[in-house]
């Protein structure tokens, strides 16, 4: 449609608009609703819900040094590609002892042992790699068994970039029925 068409249609419907709206009741012939001077009814606040009887707070229980076990950890001093890693517990009880290690979401969903690694110099912590999201692992656990005055092994590798570290390790776990820690040594590796 043509703009002048368009505005004579406008123009031509105006005065039948007009009339439609004398047609409509003045305001003087509608009710008048008088304002609502009373409070509206409202709910009585509730009471409060009684206090619900509380466990006592009891903090988790901190790991706790075995004084006759010991560990070691062997790192070759010079190493190309993946740096194997060998933890070994010595029990110089005269009874086996069974170390039980959870999959760790911090360090790849290893078991044992834990470890953290420094760049030589900076002491910059390059793993478990700052920042990064933890991975959620299955909460299997890994058993072991030291015999009287004996040995348990755990292994595993990682993947660092050429450079020279520091290595500290442990484990982090139970022995019998005890939370345990069994820190090893650290150690300095080379990676070419």
């Known amino acids: 449609m043509k ?10 419907t105006l005065p039948l608009l007009a009339a439609a709206q004398g047609t409509e009741p003045t305001p003087s012939t509608l009710p008048e609703i008088p304002p609502v001077t009373t409070p ?21 229980p901190a790991a706790v040094a075995l004084p006759d076990v010991q560990a070691n950890l062997f ?42 690694v420094l760049e030589v110099g900076t002491r910059a912590v390059v793993y478990p790699v700052p920042g990064a999201s933890p991975r959620v692992c299955a ?14 092994t755990f ?18 776990g139970f022995a019998g029925d005890l939370l345990v820690k069994v820190p090893a040594a650290p150690m300095r590796i080379t990676v070419k």
């Open 3 to 12: 703009p002048r068409t368009l505005l004579l249609t406008a123009l031509l």
């Open 75 to 116: 790192v070759p001093r010079t190493v190309t590609g993946k740096v194997g890693l060998t933890f070994t517990v010595r029990s110089s009880r005269n009874a086996p002892i069974t170390f039980s290690v959870r999959r760790d979401n911090d360090q790849n969903c290893t078991t044992a042992p834990q470890v953290r």
């Open 40 to 60: 509206l009814p409202s709910t009585p606040p509730a009471a409060p819900a009684p206090a619900l009887p509380t466990a006592p707070s009891v903090p988790a």
């Open 155 to 172: 292994t595993r590798e990682l993947e660092l970039a050429p450079g020279e570290y520091m290595v500290e390790s442990w484990l982090t």
């Open 139 to 152: 909460q299997d656990l890994e058993t072991k068994t030291a015999p009287a005055k004996g040995n348990v």
